[in-house]
Nanobody
Framework: QVQLEESGGASVQAGGSLTLSCAEIGFIYSYYTVGWFRQEPGKEREGVAAVDSDDSTIYRDSVKGRFTISKDNSKNMVYLQMNNLKPEDSGMYYC??????????????????????WGQGTQVTVSS
């Protein structure tokens, strides 16, 4: 059974940095896309960043230049480096996979409905 486990969430002040980690457990797929999503209570889950099997990436506009998604295939890990955090970045952050998939990242990769494997989430709180 494939699973995703997030870690690294914390409470930080605005302007600070965090790195979220996502462990891919039991993945048997050769090609898939991994995305990071976030959700605040009462709001829709929104796509933050995604990376495909060719290491192509896509970001939502509000995090471009501040967030970086990366992966380490040797460790079955995906990371989200977040710099210059803002209070509006707060929320529960989820790692998700669209698997199997050979599609290149495009706007579809920031849509939660495209993903079939989800982690439990890790909380990020940014205070002003």
């Amino acid at each position: 059974q494939v699973q995703l486990e997030e870690s690294g969430g914390a409470s930080v002040q605005a302007g600070g940095s965090l790195t979220l980690s996502c462990a891919e457990i039991g993945f048997i797929y050769s090609y898939y896309t991994v995305g990071w999503f976030r959700q605040e209570p009462g709001k829709e889950r929104e796509g933050v960043a995604a990376v495909d099997s060719d290491d192509s990436t896509i970001y939502r506009d509000s995090v471009k230049g501040r967030f970086t998604i990366s992966k380490d295939n040797s460790k079955n890990m995906v990371y989200l480096q977040m710099n210059n955090l803002k209070p509006e970045d707060s929320g529960m952050y989820y790692c998700a996979a669209n698997a199997p998939s050979t599609r290149d990242v495009a706007p579809w990769a920031l849509e939660a409905s495209e993903y079939n494997v989800w982690g439990q989430g890790t909380q990020v709180t940014v205070s002003s």
